[in-house]
């Protein structure tokens, strides 16, 4: 290995609120001698994702919060450089829990091998084959348990999970009803990829009253990504049945006070709702068969996705930020 340094991300503070550069600051460590097991990989992308901003508090999640005085936890694709871990060599494509930083150390258990005779570009597994096509796959086809003529609810419709699941929802045969953030983007989410219809849940007035305009047969499967006023406005409109895939909650995830439960919670029981919390990470057994199944329908021309690719180590915090104003178009990475 050439180099010593390492540039990284540090969380210095948790934040109130949306994050900026006095919690999350750029700076310079030297890299230590590897310990038995550990990799060292280089990283070429890193995966922007919501979830990064939930570990930053100190909340109890299903990863422990991000410590003080460390680089900011995220997925990152890379190849190793170093290895004391038998099963990984230098030149081997990986996919990591790493971090924000250039290098990071990691003991293999932690890295999966993307497979000699990958023939897609390797940024894919930080996008499509990695958690942005995994997530809606089991979401949709295992959590939704779609049928044919069901009409599925989608929020975050035109964000990297939303995007691709509502097409895994119209190959189950389900009606697709997407909410966006923009006219530009409802317009992508039917033109493009299909959706049968699409609420800009900016500018659409009550979004309970939009949401049965658009579902006018009810809504059987609510894929929910935001929570908050988009969720209420969906518990009123559920089915007899109906299924809730809670995939994600980002309205409230920069919020600096408590976030309320939804209001319309009662509707859960009196429509005989079964709500889901989805981790993607309960089917790592079956990553292998969403990896085949995503990369299928991506060469068939089955699955559109689209990307932000972000140049540039140093822009990584701000890039960052985009996933909190809606300005990302489609699945946010950064390039090193
Ligand atoms: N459970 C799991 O295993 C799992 C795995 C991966 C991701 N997730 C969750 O999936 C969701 C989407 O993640 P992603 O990576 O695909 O991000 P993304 O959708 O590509 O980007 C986030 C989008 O959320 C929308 N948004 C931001 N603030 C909002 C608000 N206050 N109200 C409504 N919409 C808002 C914005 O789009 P608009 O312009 O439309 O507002 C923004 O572009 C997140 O909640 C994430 O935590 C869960």
Known sequence: MQTSKNRQFILHQRPAGTPTTDDVVLEEHSLAPLAAGQVRV??????????????????????????LGTPVRSTTVGEVVESLDPDFQPGDKVVAMGAWEEFSTVPGAML???????????????????AVGLTPYFGVMDAGKPKPGDTLLMSAAAGAVGSVGGQIAKL?????????GSDEKCDWIISELGFDAAINYKTCGLIADAIARACPAGVDIYFDNVGGEILDGALLNLNSGARIVFCGAISGYNSAEPVPGPYNWWQILARSVTVQGYLVSDYVDRFPEGIAQMGEWVEQGKIKFREEIVDGF?????????????SNAGKLILRL
């Not at 995966?47 to 100190?58: F, H, N, Q, T, V």
């Not at 999966?112 to 990695?130: C, E, M, T, W």
């Not at 140093?314 to 809606?326: R, V, Y």
């Open 42 to 67: 280089r990283n070429a992308y890193f995966s922007l994702d919501p979830a990064i901003r939930g570990w930053m508090d100190d909340t109890p999640s299903y990863l422990p919060p991000i410590e």
């Open 112 to 130: 999966s091998k993307v497979q000699d005779d990958n023939r897609f570009p390797l940024h894919y597994y930080a996008n499509i084959l990695g």
């Open 172 to 180: 189950a045969g389900c009606r697709v009803v997407g909410l966006a």
């Open 314 to 326: 140093e822009n990584t915090f701000s890039a960052f930020l985009k996933l909190f104003d809606g």
